[in-house]
């Protein structure tokens, strides 16, 4: 709860360039005296970004500073412009946010009422909420489970709900953390499908290298740094190999 | 309280959440100041003719919501013999039932979030305070959700437990328990920040998503 008024939603929208895509510079992160990233330099504009490496080489916390979830102790990122550090709001706005485990953001009990909550959130219309809901519904095949309890999902509809109630928020990118880790072979199908079939922009954090076929750039982290970055013919064979 | 919803379409259906809370307050306050066993009773069949006639909600329904308290009805009745008189403990326990079954008949046929914009349109005095309506309402939705996933994750440590050979229920479980439920609110909060909660207006848009029934 909190007892200081906020301004309202929307009321500033800090000008943005549109396209710009999202600029790392010279980025670090230290959680306490550990140094968990250092030395990021990159824009990344292209419509595929994969991330991959080994467990703890830094690939969530580079995830959570494209939208703010996590801001640089060092060095700045930009999306299309804005400073995650200082237009958060509008950062996140334009970010959508994926995480492994679904039934740790999914927050409603019902799930029209979950895609509901977004666009709430960023006060939209209620009429366009509803159309939105129904446009998600279809979509992801869950007309039938409009008023079930989240719980009741599978794990793979859980997953799909919670994509679809990121875009229901309209975002023009989406960061995915290991958005197949917890699903079977295929439920992991699908959500690729899924992914691969989006408009946005995305960037994909996983241990799933098929799902990497079609992606424009891969990056490789490695104990905090960026050890390579390509197209994924040329960084994920290197990468299999760094592990042999 | 957790999925008691029916979907619907009848006019008890359709009827504001507001209106049958009012009305489920006022029959709450009503029952007590009448001793007559033919209001008390006449009540119970008004109940039970809503539910099951104007909204059509299968018995099974409003059975669910009485059967946890059938043996307190039971002792209360006995109770009210020995103590009193029959005319009495009938009046108390017809009460009772009048009352659970219309408040079973309000959340079967009334969305949880309807009932979470009731409760906040009656908070809406406390925002010259700074309280923000909006949040008492996540709140709400937030603990009907994680309630049945908690007890879900409870029962799987019981039974990692158990297949190692822990048979009874020890405090020891709580530890494995607390350890994901905090790691899972970490993620939550983070969540809650990429949904844009901490962007909602401070006055939400009244109207709820109109999701057709
Ligand atoms: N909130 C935190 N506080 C302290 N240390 C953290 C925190 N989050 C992550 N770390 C540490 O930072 C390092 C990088 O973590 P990160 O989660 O980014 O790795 P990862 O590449 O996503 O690993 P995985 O493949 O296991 O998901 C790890 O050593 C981790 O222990
Ligand atoms: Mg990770």
């Known amino acids: ?244 | 309280m957790l999925s008691l919803y029916v979907p619907g379409r009848s006019v008890v259906h359709r009827a504001p959440a507001g209106l049958k809370l009012g009305l489920l307050a006022a029959l709450g306050v009503g029952l007590f100041l009448t001793e007559r066993p033919a209001v008390v009773g006449g009540a119970l069949v008004g109940a039970l003719a809503v539910g099951l006639g104007a909204a059509r909600l299968p018995w099974r329904a409003l059975a669910v919501q009485v059967r946890p308290v059938w043996l307190w009805l039971a002792l209360l009745f006995v109770f009210h013999l020995l103590a009193t008189d029959l005319r009495t403990g009938t009046v108390a326990v017809l009460r009772l039932l009048a009352l659970l079954v219309t408040a079973a008949v309000v959340t079967a046929t009334t969305r949880v979030t309807a009932l979470v914009a009731v409760v906040e349109w009656l908070a809406s005095p406390l925002r010259v305070f700074g309280v923000r309506p909006a949040r008492i309402g996540l709140v709400i939705a937030m603990t009907l959700r994680f309630i049945p996933l908690v007890a879900e994750r409870a029962a799987r440590i019981r039974e990692a437990q158990a297949a190692r050979g822990a048979y009874r229920l020890r405090w020891g479980m709580a530890v494995p328990l607390l350890v994901q439920v905090l790691r899972m609110a970490a993620t939550v909060g983070e969540a809650l920040d990429a949904r844009g909660a901490d962007d909602a207006p401070a006055r939400r848009p009244r109207a709820r998503p109109a999701v057709a029934s």
């Open chain 1, 1 to 244: 709860m909190r007892w200081r008024r906020r301004p309202e939603a929307g009321a500033e929208e800090p000008a943005a360039t549109p396209g710009a895509g999202i600029d790392l510079r010279d980025v670090g992160h230290e959680y306490g005296d550990r140094t968990v990233l250092s030395g990021v330099s990159l824009t990344l504009t292209e419509r595929r970004v994969g991330v991959i490496g080994a467990n703890g080489s830094g690939k969530s916390t580079f995830a959570r500073l494209l939208n703010g979830l996590v801001v640089p102790t060092s060095g700045s990122v930009l999306v299309d412009g804005l400073d995650t550090r200082t237009q958060v709001r509008a950062v996140r706005r334009r970010v959508g946010f994926v995480f492994q485990d679904p039934d740790a953001q999914i927050v409603h009990p019902t799930v029209a009422e979950d895609l509901a909550f977004g666009p709430q959130n960023q006060g939209v219309p209620a009429e366009e909420i509803a159309r939105r809901v129904e446009e998600m519904l279809d979509r992801y095949g869950l007309a039938g489970h409009r008023d079930h309890p989240a719980h009741l999902l599978s794990g793979g509809q859980k997953q799909l709900l919670a994509i679809a109630g990121v875009l229901a928020m309209r975002p023009q990118r989406i960061v995915f953390d290991e958005p197949t880790t917890l699903l079977d072979l295929a439920n992991t199908r699908r959500v690729a499908r899924v992914i691969d079939e989006l408009e946005q922009d995305v960037v994909v954090v996983t241990h799933h290298l098929d799902l990497l076929a079609g992606f424009d750039r891969v990056l490789v982290v490695e104990d905090g740094r960026v050890a390579a970055d390509g197209t994924p013919a040329e960084t994920v064979p290197w990468y299999v190999a760094r592990m042999d």
